[in-house]
């Protein structure tokens, strides 16, 4: 069982959905302002076992972009959970929101990385439904558009 989706996977889907064509999918105009749940996925090239990295908390306009680029050094970056939002304002209020929310699970690691937290996949479905229902009461001027939550695909 694979958690999350990953890069090609995305892009199919954002194709499939939307109706783009791949070199369009981070064009102007093609935005999805996202915060987004995430973890890296490695493979030990010496015993050949997956390990995964802290969840990762973040924002952008551009899933496959962000995903990209940490692949790079041959990571699986793959989203697990997705709340889209209409503007890259609400990305930032909702960012605060989530930082101030969960402080207490927020990581210190060695390279000063920013946007980890201690959540287990298994908590993450309750971690966004909590953050949703903040966003929906104190943040009406930052609408919802699509939630997506992608733990447990094949």
């Not at 962000?66 to 790079?72: A, D, K, S, T, V």
């Not at 930032?92 to 201690?118: F, H, P, W």
Request: charged share 25%; aromatic share 10%; with cysteine.
């Amino acid at each position: 069982m694979t958690f999350g989706i990953g890069y090609q996977e995305y892009r199919k889907k954002r194709v499939m959905n939307e109706n783009l064509r791949y070199g369009d999918i981070e064009k102007t105009g093609n935005e999805r302002y996202i915060i987004y749940f995430g973890r890296a996925h490695v493979i030990d090239h010496l015993s050949n076992t997956e390990h995964t990295g802290p969840l990762k908390i973040g924002r952008g306009k551009f899933a496959t972009a962000l995903m990209r680029g940490r692949n790079q050094p041959g990571i699986d970056f793959r989203i697990y959970a997705e709340i889209v939002l209409e503007s890259n304002e609400a990305t930032y209020a909702v960012e605060n929101l989530i930082k101030s929310k969960l402080g207490d699970r927020n990581m210190t690691l060695s390279q000063n990385q920013q946007e980890c937290y201690n959540i287990t996949n298994q908590e993450l479905p309750q971690i966004v439904e909590s953050i949703l229902y903040d966003v929906k009461g104190t943040m009406k001027q930052y609408p919802i558009l699509e939630v997506n939550i992608f733990l447990n695909t094949t």
